[in-house]
């Protein structure tokens, strides 16, 4: 069915705890500023809507609400960069540590720990937002190869099945785009772009076996998260009951916004576990294949890009002297 350890993943998980706090965190700080500046928002609106008739004060509370939300939406883009680097990139650090059988610290050490792992590797967060926004790129294509091919299978349903697959590894990009950012990680690669483009090719020539667990890992995620929604529509009804004139839809809304922290806090990081798992054992032993890397230069401009940023990349030496990185290789 799958071809990984759930009891290791879940393993892995319990042994990075400090960083399950922190994301929990960090994920419900950024649902409880979702809902204080929407409430705040709704509640400026209702007062503002006394002014005017029923319909009116319907109408200013929900552009009140939808401007809090809209506000701090704005503010959190602005910090996505940050939670890349300092969050999802440090528990990747341990984990590939986890995954490799190294003893990696406890409490609050093991977030300094990953912080300087993350560092070495990626110098500044805008290197590793760019290396990311690259490998989505690319791994989108790939879908779209696997889709290409499939249209060639003369197997009637056969294209049904396929979009329903590629629709999966969409949502499922969000994970795969981490693992390959542990690639990154665990051969400790001085040239991150030329690592990052090994690991796609890798990723590419071993599509089915990732596409299967990617889609088995999407489908656990959404069932859970659709699970802990029905368990979070109490206490979001409840929250929405101290807004000022009620509002209909903010239980609904409000309980999303507790799914989803409690997805990026608590399920991705077994999902992604599992993942890296899957990976690093398919690829061992295995080379880029030329044939690959050419189909992912023929369908991705983003790829093109990324072995572009390979080229130019300029490393650091021990010795002071500066020149282009070696490419990364997988440790022994």
């Excluded at 928002?41 to 005017?52: D, K, L, Q, S």
């Excluded at 937002?129 to 791994?139: E, P, R, S, W, Y």
């Excluded at 979009?163 to 665990?186: K, M, N, P």
């Excluded at 002297?321 to 440790?331: K, Q, S, V």
Aim: hydrophobic share 55%.
């Amino acid at each position: 069915m799958w071809d990984f350890s759930v009891g290791r993943g879940l393993s892995m998980m319990a042994r990075t705890w400090p960083f399950i706090v922190f994301r929990l965190v960090v994920y419900f700080g950024i649902a409880v500023a979702y809902v204080l500046a929407t409430g705040v928002g709704a509640g400026i609106g209702w007062g503002v809507g006394a002014f005017g008739d029923a319909d009116f004060q319907g109408a200013t509370m929900f552009w009140g609400g939808a401007a809090g939300f809209g506000l701090t939406a704005g503010l959190l883009y602005f910090l996505r960069e940050y939670i890349l680097y300092m969050v999802k990139a440090g528990h990747i650090a341990v984990l590939v540590e986890l995954l490799d059988d190294h003893p990696i610290p406890d409490g609050r050490p093991q977030i300094e720990h990953a912080t300087g792992v993350v560092k070495e590797r990626f110098a500044e967060t805008n290197v590793l937002f760019a290396l990311d926004l690259l490998v989505k790129g690319v791994l989108a294509a790939v879908t779209g190869l696997v889709q290409g091919v499939a249209s060639l299978i003369p197997i009637p349903g056969l294209q049904q099945f396929v979009g329903l697959v590629r629709a999966f590894l969409r949502i499922a990009v969000g994970l795969v785009d981490e693992v390959i950012l542990a690639y990154v990680i665990r051969t400790r690669a001085d040239n991150p772009w030329a690592a990052a483009k090994t690991a796609l090719v890798l990723y590419g020539q071993n599509y089915p076996i990732m596409l299967k667990n990617a889609a088995w890992l999407t489908i656990f995620t959404y069932v859970l998260a659709f699970v802990v929604f029905l368990v979070m529509l109490a206490p979001a009804a409840a929250v929405v009951w101290f807004i000022p004139g009620g509002w209909s839809a903010g239980g609904f809304v409000f309980a999303i916004l507790f799914a989803w922290a409690v997805k990026a806090a608590l399920i991705e990081p077994f999902a992604i576990a599992c993942m890296m798992q899957v990976y690093f054992k398919t690829i061992e032993g295995q080379v880029p294949d030329p044939v690959w890397e050419g189909r992912l230069s023929s369908a991705s401009k983003k790829f093109n890009q990324l072995k572009d940023k390979a080229a130019g990349w300029i490393g650091h030496k021990p010795d002071g002297a500066e020149g282009p990185a070696a490419p990364a290789t997988p440790p022994a």
